[in-house]
């Protein structure tokens, strides 16, 4: 079955800090990748997505790149902002029919 | 005008009882969910509903019931509420069967403590 696996959080950086939020999956055919944010209190909501090998989604300063050689869609941003400290889900689908699969989420702390 | 709305927010009550969220989302979509949020953030499905439908039913307690009125509601009724059951519950809308972009539009959550 479909699976995604996220590196363990909690993830703490300083203020403009790089960061990488791994992700890699397992799934049949060709899934589309999705990252999904949830800030403190609130629900997910979609942040990037790529539907297709060698995609790149991004937004907000956030890039995620599909790779399909290394089934990978890992979660990059050049400078972070306190403002990004949140739980961080990677998740597929495979088609139209089927639920999102979520990874397990990773916290990260942004500290000023 | 909040797109998926749910109620309540927070819900505290004692073992044995029985308890319902309501889930009602405004963006015309046809498909609805219910996923339960452990408290290590671990987000699991539990039920879908495709135009009043169910569609996904995973290895959920029978007492857990959803009820689907009409396409923009989907409510979720809890009997016999056990400690486990203490979470938070999400309620999300999609597009529809065969139209999914696989963005799921999110509540923003009803957290249950059972005590």
């Known amino acids: 079955g479909n699976s995604v696996t996220q590196m363990e959080g909690p993830v703490t950086l300083s203020e403009e800090a790089f960061l990488t939020i791994n992700c890699t999956y397992t799934a049949t055919g060709y899934p589309s990748l999705f990252w999904y944010v949830q800030y403190p209190g609130e629900g997910l909501q979609l942040l990037l997505k790529?539907?297709?090998?060698?995609d790149k989604g991004s937004n907000k300063g956030f890039e995620a790149t599909y790779r399909k050689e290394t089934t990978s869609f890992h979660l990059e941003k050049g400078s972070v902002q306190v403002s990004d400290s949140a739980v961080y889900f990677c998740a597929l689908t495979n088609s139209g029919n089927t639920p999102l699969v979520f990874g397990k989420g990773t916290r990260l702390s942004v500290i000023a | 005008d909040t797109a998926v709305s749910q109620t309540p927010k927070y819900l505290v009550t004692q073992m044995g009882n029985d308890k319902s969220i309501k889930c009602e989302q405004n963006l015309g979509h046809d498909t609805m969910y219910w996923y339960k949020q452990d408290s290590k953030k671990f987000l699991k499905i539990m039920f879908s509903y495709n135009n009043k439908e169910l569609i996904i039913n995973e290895t959920v307690p029978n007492r857990f019931s959803p009820k689907s009125p009409d396409k923009a509601h989907l409510n979720l009724h809890i009997n016999s509420l056990e400690l486990g059951d203490s979470a938070v519950y999400f309620c999300?809308?999609?597009?529809?069967?065969?139209?999914?972009?696989?963005?799921?539009?999110f509540g923003e959550g009803s957290r249950l403590t059972v005590l």
């Open positions: 790529a539907t297709k090998a060698d």
């Open positions: 999300a809308s999609s597009l529809g069967q065969g139209r999914n972009t696989g963005e799921l539009f």
